[in-house]
Nanobody
């Protein structure tokens, strides 16, 4: 059974940093595109960052470029999102997402809340 479990969210002041972790089990993460999405209250879920299978390429939403970094440790089936210079508009529930580009299998984590406020 595939599971994605996010952790590391919390309350942080503007300008602060957080590191989110997504621990996966039940699948081989190096075969999967791993992504972080977020959903703010009253808004649609949006893509934040993506790491291609194998981790060779990363892509970011324009709103987080230069501030967020996605990385992965395939040996641990884990993906990270380092978030720096956080802004109130980064407040959202952050979700981990895994997609196998060959089989089409897709999985979501349950999310972790990030709140940026003074």
């Amino acid at each position: 059974q595939v599971q994605l479990v996010e952790s590391g969210g919390g309350l942080v002041q503007p300008g602060g940093s957080l590191r989110l972790t997504c621990a996966g089990s039940g699948f081989i993460s190096r075969l999967y595109i791993m992504s972080w999405y977020r959903q703010a209250p009253g808004k649609e879920r949006e893509l934040v960052a993506t790491s291609t299978s194998g981790g060779g390429t990363t892509n970011y939403a324009d709103s987080v470029k230069g501030r967020f970094t996605i990385s992965r440790d395939n040996a641990k089936n884990t993906v990270y999102l380092q978030m720096n210079s956080l802004k109130p508009e980064d407040t959202a529930v952050y979700y981990c997402y895994a997609q196998n580009p060959r089989t089409g299998n897709k999985y979501w984590g349950r999310g972790t809340q990030v709140t940026v406020s003074s």
